[in-house]
DNA sequence: TTGTACGCGTTATCAT
DNA sequence: ATGATAACGCGTACAA
């Protein structure tokens, strides 16, 4: 009578009991290994459970353990920075390890939508995952609002300004990019300037900044290119009008090794060589860095340190542990390479 | 007395119930839109689910239904691919938008290492999925026999070779390597060669064999360079060597984008100028292809169309619909660029 | 229109 | 050491 999408009828424990003569409480018991069970039994009972195919059933373990040892990791990219940006991998893969060790389950939920959002909304409160990990959620984002409501152990890679009560684990983007800057200025170039990107999001205006403070009073705003994404051919474009507007050029920061990639094409294109002419720094040390020709110099954006730490956070919080609020930055040496 | 990470308790059914003074039933007939409740006991209801603030608990209600409305997204990538490769992000939002359009949540379970097989398999036989999409499994791959064994509706990306009686959407490597060659050999190129990548994949091997076709006898195994793998790196190198060995090459099908714009590189430090001296074409149309100095003609991939179709295979099984185990092969049309 | 009672597959708490 | 039995939170016949 039904067209239910189950084919062949799951043995349960239940089966495995009858099968082997037994109760299901001492089933269960076998099955988690716990001690006061005859040799008999077990025995019997495992033997039953290879004959009928028994397989648990963790949804409805998790219903009455009232926990999944899932960890949701919510990814909420505009569409095309999700195929660009090489660190969100990076940051993925970190989180899965780290939860691994804890033999917990990464589940990856990706939001690319209004409707995206209103289903994983569910998908939260529905007890499926005991905690997530959000990466680059947006300012005033609805699922963080959400995870706020159901107090759902999380941490975010990143901080949107409106980050209240959740813990965060991230990077001092203004103090790397001072420093790089800083490095840059020592190589004696006299014009630096500036692709800025993505100015609407913290980790944007916070290199502008970084930027900035570096230069102190030889900071001049003509030498500021704002564009809009982190991307290779925002980069390129950017780079194009700059060289227009500031012939005499001699330095470049760019907000990310995708932008700086875009920029060095420009330059090239341009008749400008690199580092001669004009020496470019990036940001992120992704793999856009090993590409460039000559390869970049960049600071170093611990990817997969990010996740793997946000991951221990929410795993801490699960323990019973409070999470630190302030929030935990990491490291981002320089690598310096052939660019600058 | 417990640690649970349970923070506060949540609200059910029950409470609801007895807030509003009526039955749990009547309750549940009111979350789930059903007729025969009167306006009194919905907007009773209505009030002291907002009141007591009760959210459903989805993982209970699947437990009932024996469904899960969630399909699992399973990678199983090595570690460096799965950074490098920009077509999986889109086969993953292909996947996505159409699951989201059948309203059934995407869940994506990357595979990193012996230990997430095991826990991955624990989580499919678990119920929490209703079926699987899988992106690039292995030959002999564990995850593979599993989903058989449960025989849990699924559909693969690509197809490998031991892939028996499972639904799989794909691409011809093999006729569409031939097709963009031809091209190539039309720009009246007479020293073909090609760097083929990942001999041990299905897809290498018939990008090879497409290769190989085309030329006919005119076919030159010394013109081949095999590289590992799909990256930037590897084209760069075995262009490198390949430039050595036979440096009157003045035509490179290269099996990738990724690959096609590292041999790109080799060139230009090689001295060589594309698509003067040398034509190039790939494989792919990824983001590289529009990287690359001139902009690359290759093969587009439809990567997102490859997930949105597999979704949609695993929704019809899910439908009651028997799946055509022959496979669906997707179109690759030729994009025609500047570099041959 | 509404309430009752049972079942989904587990684990946990009792007795025995 | 083992077997009932009560949860877990929900949907749903069936009865009222």
Redesign the interface.
Known sequence: MS??????KRATIHDVAVEAGVSRGTVSRVINGERYVSDDARTAIEAAISKVGY?????????VM???E?VGFIVHEP?SL???D?NI??I??GA??AL?RA?H??????I??D??TR??A??L????V??VVVVSARENDPITRIIES??L?AAFVGHPPDLRRLPFVGIDNRASAEAITRRLLQTGRTRVGMIAAALDRDSGSDRLAGFRSALGDRFDPSLVEPVPFYS??AGFEGMQRLLAREPEIDGIFAASDAVA?GAI?AM??AGRSVPRDIGVVGFDDS?WA??T?PALSTVHQPATGLGARAAEIVLA????EEPDLAGVLLETPIVWRGSA
Request: hydrophobic share 35%; aromatic share 6%.
């Open positions: 067209l239910s999408p189950i084919r062949r397989v648990p059933n963790t949804a409805a373990r998790n219903l009232q926990r999944s899932a569409h999700f195929l660009e090489p991998g990076a993925m893969l899965n390890d691994s033999d389950q990464m589940v990856c939920l990706v690319d939508s409707r995206d289903r994983v569910r998908y409160s529905g007890g499926f005991d905690g159901l107090d152990p290779f051919k990639a094409d090239k294109v793999a090993e590409r020709q919080q699960l323990r019973g």
